[in-house]
């Protein structure tokens, strides 16, 4: 029988994707492994493979479709020895059910629920989601109110499911849902978040003719949405010091100097954002009660520190990752990280280069940026956000001296990193930066 070919999830939390190109046409061969399309995501461009044997009998999705839902059918596999007219005339009737291959959490995850709702269906609740209306008798409900009893928690034997007055009194009798009403006021739904205006309310703001609308692209409807995840549900703190830069820019040019060389080209040639990287993965290896992630059960203390670095790329910016920086040489980061944002710029990073982590850098320094705030990336607890480095006049022993300063700020996340939690890492940092050769030791 034919076979559906649906969107893939490439990563975690995709949603939808662009099909940006068909590598295959139809009545072409294709057997497990082969590349036979390319996706693009808010964050990179993917290549899919085939996971079946069999001809492709029909594109469903063509090439340069935008907003394709993950699951959704693209296109439909003959298999072997079948007719490909009947099977692309007879494929797509009904999408199945992801692939292990597609989202194998999910697949494990729902087992174990579906057993228990099927083996008594008769013991389902009178609402099945929250918000929907119980179809109950006054009787009932005023009997259910005066014993503290939730009716969304009694099963109705009632026409349709009607809770009736047994119901109740049998729900009574048995002790079900007795501290209903105090759950209830704990569960309730947090006030509404103030709403952004309608698109219609801000064009009326500006004159007709004026502008030109520019839709969202992936990227930054993936952008947006981190955000304000970010700014709602974490308590942003900052902590800001200037560190001295001379003894690094110093280090920095010795170890430039000493770099043996391939091919007539240095080994590699270190910048100050690759002693950053160090020095704050030096300083969370120090201070390894900031190295952590919230969840409401759990702190989350990592062994590692995986910095992830800001990188700015046309209609946005990623954040590829340095894994155990803390235990990488200056000059292995520095090769790492140039391969990186060559292939973050190009939308050619693997999901599992930019996601995660346990902290990040953005450095705005070489855009002439003095001093700024980062916004924290969930999941991480913390981001350090970099200046630009610049002479400034600095008091030495009661004397006026000319230093190289940077200013950088610590942006945590004050449930899990406090003000003097975040004090320490960042004291730790200005030590690194400000005596660069325990960078090397």
Same mark, same amino acid.
């Given at each position: 029988?034919?076979?559906?070919?649906?969107?893939?999830?490439?990563?975690?939390?995709?949603?939808?994707?662009?099909?940006?190109?068909?590598?295959?046409?139809?009545?072409?061969?294709?057997?497990?492994?082969?590349?036979?399309?390319?996706?693009?995501?808010?964050?990179?461009?993917?290549?899919?493979?085939?996971?079946?044997?069999?001809?492709?009998?029909?594109?469903?999705?063509?090439?340069?479709?935008?907003?394709?839902?993950?699951?959704?059918?693209?296109?439909?596999?003959?298999?072997?020895?079948?007719?490909?007219?009947?099977?692309?005339?007879?494929?797509?009737?009904?999408?199945?059910?992801?692939?292990?291959? %597609? @989202?194998?959490?999910?697949?494990?995850? *729902?087992?174990? #629920? !579906? $057993?228990? =709702? &099927?083996? /008594?269906? +008769?013991?389902?609740?009178?609402?099945?989601?929250?918000?929907?209306?119980?179809?109950?008798?006054?009787?009932?409900?005023?009997?259910?109110?005066?014993?503290?009893?939730?009716?969304?928690?009694?099963?109705?034997?009632?026409?349709?499911?009607?809770?009736?007055?047994?119901?109740?009194?049998?729900? %009574? @009798?048995?002790?079900?849902?007795?501290? *209903?009403?105090? #759950? !209830? $006021?704990? =569960? &309730?739904? /947090?006030? +509404?978040?103030?709403?952004?205006?309608?698109?219609?309310?801000?064009?009326?703001?500006?004159?007709?003719?004026?502008?030109?609308?520019?839709?969202?692209?992936?990227?930054?409807?993936?952008?947006?949405?981190?955000?304000?995840?970010?700014?709602?549900?974490?308590?942003?703190?900052?902590?800001?010091?200037?560190?001295?830069?001379?003894?690094?820019? *110093?280090?920095? #040019?010795?170890?430039?100097? &000493?770099?043996?060389?391939?091919?007539?080209?240095?080994?590699?040639?270190?910048?100050?954002?690759?002693?950053?990287?160090?020095?704050?993965?030096?300083?969370?290896?120090?201070?390894?009660?900031?190295?952590?992630?919230?969840?409401?059960?759990?702190?989350?203390?990592?062994?590692?520190?995986?910095?992830?670095?800001?990188?700015?790329?046309?209609?946005?910016?990623?954040?590829?990752?340095?894994?155990?920086?803390?235990?990488?040489?200056?000059?292995?980061?520095?090769?790492?990280?140039?391969?990186?944002?060559?292939?973050?710029?190009?939308?050619?990073?693997?999901?599992?280069?930019?996601?995660?982590?346990?902290?990040?850098?953005?450095?705005?320094?070489?855009?002439?940026?003095?001093?700024?705030?980062?916004?924290?990336?969930?999941?991480?607890?913390?981001?350090?956000?970099?200046?630009?480095?610049?002479?400034?006049?600095?008091?030495?022993?009661?004397?006026?001296?000319?230093?190289?300063?940077?200013?950088?700020?610590?942006?945590?996340?004050?449930?899990?990193?406090?003000?003097?939690?975040?004090?320490?890492?960042?004291?730790?940092?200005?030590?690194?930066?400000?005596?660069?050769?325990?960078?090397?030791?």
């Amino acid at each position: 029988m034919p076979i559906n070919i649906t969107m893939p999830a490439l990563s975690p939390t995709m949603e939808e994707g662009n099909l940006s190109k068909w590598l295959v046409k139809e009545g072409d061969k294709v057997s497990p492994g082969d590349v036979i399309a390319e996706i693009e995501t808010d964050k990179a461009t993917m290549e899919v493979e085939a996971v079946d044997e069999g001809t492709l009998a029909k594109i469903v999705v063509p090439a340069g479709t935008e907003g394709v839902k993950v699951n959704a059918l693209i296109a439909i596999l003959a298999g072997e020895g079948e007719d490909v007219s009947a099977a692309a005339a007879g494929g797509g009737a009904a999408t199945p059910a992801p692939k292990a291959e %597609v @989202a194998p959490a999910a697949k494990v995850e *729902a087992a174990p #629920a !579906a $057993a228990p =709702a &099927a083996a /008594a269906p +008769a013991a389902a609740p009178a609402v099945a989601k929250s918000g929907e209306r119980v179809f109950a008798s006054p009787l009932a409900r005023r009997l259910a109110k005066e014993a503290g009893v939730e009716l969304s928690a009694v099963a109705g034997s009632g026409p349709h499911g009607r809770v009736v007055k047994s119901d109740v009194e049998k729900a %009574v @009798a048995g002790g079900v849902a007795k501290a *209903a009403p105090a #759950a !209830a $006021a704990q =569960a &309730a739904p /947090a006030p +509404a978040l103030a709403r952004a205006p309608s698109d219609d309310a801000v064009l009326k703001l500006f004159e007709p003719g004026s502008y030109d609308l520019v839709p969202h692209d992936g990227m930054r409807k993936t952008i947006a949405k981190r955000l304000v995840e970010s700014k709602q549900t974490i308590p942003h703190f900052y902590v800001t010091v200037d560190c001295e830069l001379d003894a690094l820019l *110093a280090l920095r #040019a010795q170890l430039n100097d &000493a770099a043996p060389r391939k091919d007539g080209a240095p080994a590699y040639k270190l910048s100050v954002n690759d002693m950053i990287i160090k020095a704050l993965a030096l300083s969370l290896r120090d201070v390894p009660d900031a190295n952590v992630s919230w969840t409401e059960s759990n702190m989350v203390r990592h062994k590692h520190a995986d910095v992830g670095v800001a990188v700015a790329i046309p209609g946005g910016l990623i954040t590829p990752i340095i894994r155990n920086a803390e235990l990488k040489s200056l000059s292995a980061i520095s090769n790492e990280m140039k391969d990186l944002g060559k292939r973050a710029k190009e939308r050619k990073l693997k999901p599992e280069e930019y996601q995660g982590g346990t902290t990040a850098v953005s450095n705005m320094g070489m855009m002439g940026v003095k001093h700024f705030a980062a916004v924290v990336n969930p999941p991480h607890a913390t981001i350090l956000a970099v200046g630009a480095g610049e002479e400034r006049v600095v008091v030495k022993n009661g004397e006026m001296k000319i230093a190289n300063v940077m200013t950088v700020t610590l942006s945590t996340d004050h449930r899990c990193v406090d003000g003097a939690l975040g004090a320490e890492l960042l004291g730790a940092f200005k030590r690194y930066i400000e005596n660069p050769m325990g960078m090397l030791v």
